[in-house]
């Protein structure tokens, strides 16, 4: 039997990721507050940045600054057509008029630069992805080839878990946005469309040994038309709970926000004090570090299992519209623990030997 790509990568970190798709600045006073909210990842290199980027230099600062703060970093390889990593233009033309991420020879330049920070985690080698492209399929299988442990490849958007597995990429972190597209329907039926995606890559992952981590979005559904921030964030803390807890729900190894900055949960800066960086935060930002700090306190605890079913029954517990429960058999352990969790409602973990549960 072919080994899945899950158990064949051997990363630097093993446990339960938690990030934001355009991170905070590079501060102090921001990386603090980004890390004190729970998450544990943050993007560097951002392609938000073009016009001051592609500075190999600039990216070891970043590393720094992040380690500084206890943050493994995911290192964004877009950069301007006209400024590409090390000078090393590609051989072939670049689908987009102003930017790409980098090609093969402009990733080896870079691993051998950035490749042995201590903070360095993986490189983000795709963004709105639809399938795992000739010049992504090269970078994977450069980055698996280098002395473990391997450093992540990251393709972001919607490529199907059987595509990733044909190529060995691990990851499937496919953007679901339902209350970005569809924000008019009603929030159970958004909340369904979560469900049905969740379940959908859920299978799909498990099937093909690819691991699960869903990006969610907690921007305005009207962004870009706001006057201070390119997002705004969404009007509703229960639809930015409800998809991060649901992600455990469905054995998914990682969780990503959509956005952290712009608006989300931190207005745009940079803010160098951190009174500024406080006083940029938006309402969301309690919610997703309340969120956060209780999937880290256990997350870690889905990572090397399998998610074997997911069901619902009503809870009759205050107003809480239902239970969901996950059975998680260990891939390496013949005994069997079942994994409860309520998706709307605070978590409190408990230990009844020898099932753990949460209720």
Same mark, same amino acid.
């Given at each position: 039997?072919?080994?899945?790509?899950?158990?064949?990568?051997?990363?630097?970190?093993?446990?339960?990721?938690?990030?934001?798709?355009?991170?905070?600045?590079?501060?102090?006073?921001?990386?603090?507050? *980004?890390?004190?909210?729970?998450?544990?990842?943050?993007?560097?290199?951002?392609?938000?940045?073009?016009?001051?980027?592609?500075?190999?230099?600039?990216?070891?600062?970043?590393?720094?600054?992040?380690?500084?703060?206890?943050?493994?970093?995911?290192?964004?390889?877009?950069?301007?057509?006209?400024?590409?990593?090390?000078?090393? !233009?590609?051989?072939?033309?670049?689908?987009?008029?102003?930017?790409?991420?980098? @090609?093969?020879?402009?990733?080896?330049?870079?691993?051998?630069?950035?490749?042995?920070?201590?903070?360095?985690?993986?490189?983000?080698?795709?963004?709105?992805?639809?399938?795992?492209?000739?010049?992504?399929?090269?970078?994977?299988?450069?980055?698996?080839?280098?002395?473990?442990?391997?450093?992540?490849?990251?393709?972001?958007?919607?490529?199907?878990?059987?595509?990733?597995? #044909?190529?060995?990429?691990?990851?499937?972190?496919?953007?679901?946005?339902?209350?970005?597209?569809?924000?008019?329907?009603?929030?159970?039926?958004?909340?369904?469309?979560?469900?049905?995606? *969740?379940?959908?890559?859920?299978?799909?992952?498990?099937?093909?040994?690819?691991?699960?981590?869903?990006?969610?979005?907690?921007?305005?559904?009207?962004?870009?038309?706001?006057?201070?921030?390119?997002?705004?964030?969404?009007?509703?803390?229960?639809?930015?709970?409800?998809?991060?807890?649901?992600?455990?729900? *469905?054995?998914?190894?990682?969780?990503?926000?959509?956005?952290?900055?712009?608006?989300?949960?931190?207005?745009?800066?940079? *803010?160098?004090?951190?009174?500024?960086?406080?006083?940029?935060?938006?309402?969301?930002?309690?919610?997703?570090?309340?969120?956060?700090?209780?999937?880290?306190?256990?997350?870690?605890?889905?990572?090397?299992?399998?998610?074997?079913?997911?069901?619902?029954?009503?809870?009759?517990? #205050? @107003?809480?519209?239902?239970?969901? !429960?996950? @059975?998680?058999?260990?891939?390496?352990?013949?005994?069997?623990? #079942?994994?409860?969790?309520?998706?709307?409602?605070?978590?409190?973990?408990?230990?009844?030997?020898?099932?753990? !549960?949460?209720?």
């Amino acid at each position: 039997m072919a080994i899945k790509p899950m158990e064949a990568w051997q990363f630097r970190h093993r446990g339960f990721i938690i990030g934001a798709w355009w991170g905070p600045s590079a501060t102090d006073a921001e990386l603090r507050l *980004y890390r004190e909210a729970g998450f544990n990842v943050v993007m560097a290199g951002r392609y938000m940045q073009l016009d001051t980027y592609a500075d190999a230099d600039k990216g070891v600062r970043e590393l720094d600054m992040a380690r500084k703060h206890r943050l493994w970093v995911m290192f964004d390889t877009y950069t301007k057509n006209d400024r590409p990593w090390g000078g090393k !233009r590609s051989e072939e033309p670049y689908e987009h008029p102003s930017h790409h991420p980098a @090609s093969l020879v402009e990733l080896q330049w870079l691993y051998e630069r950035i490749g042995k920070h201590p903070a360095l985690l993986g490189f983000m080698i795709g963004d709105d992805q639809g399938e795992v492209t000739f010049r992504s399929a090269q970078c994977t299988r450069f980055l698996f080839e280098q002395p473990r442990p391997h450093l992540m490849p990251w393709l972001c958007g919607w490529i199907p878990p059987e595509n990733l597995t #044909r190529h060995n990429n691990p990851i499937a972190n496919p953007q679901i946005y339902p209350t970005l597209y569809e924000w008019q329907l009603p929030a159970e039926q958004l909340a369904l469309r979560y469900v049905n995606a *969740y379940a959908a890559y859920w299978r799909q992952c498990r099937q093909h040994g690819i691991i699960f981590w869903p990006m969610f979005n907690v921007t305005h559904p009207d962004n870009g038309k706001t006057d201070k921030d390119s997002f705004g964030y969404l009007p509703s803390d229960s639809l930015v709970r409800f998809p991060a807890y649901l992600a455990l729900a *469905y054995g998914a190894q990682g969780i990503w926000y959509f956005t952290y900055n712009g608006g989300a949960i931190q207005h745009y800066g940079q *803010y160098e004090t951190l009174a500024e960086a406080q006083k940029a935060l938006t309402p969301l930002y309690p919610v997703a570090k309340e969120t956060n700090l209780r999937i880290s306190a256990w997350g870690d605890k889905v990572i090397g299992r399998e998610c074997t079913g997911v069901f619902a029954q009503p809870s009759g517990k #205050r @107003s809480c519209p239902q239970i969901i !429960r996950l @059975s998680c058999t260990p891939r390496k352990d013949k005994s069997c623990r #079942r994994w409860t969790t309520t998706c709307w409602w605070a978590f409190w973990l408990r230990r009844a030997s020898p099932r753990w !549960r949460w209720w």
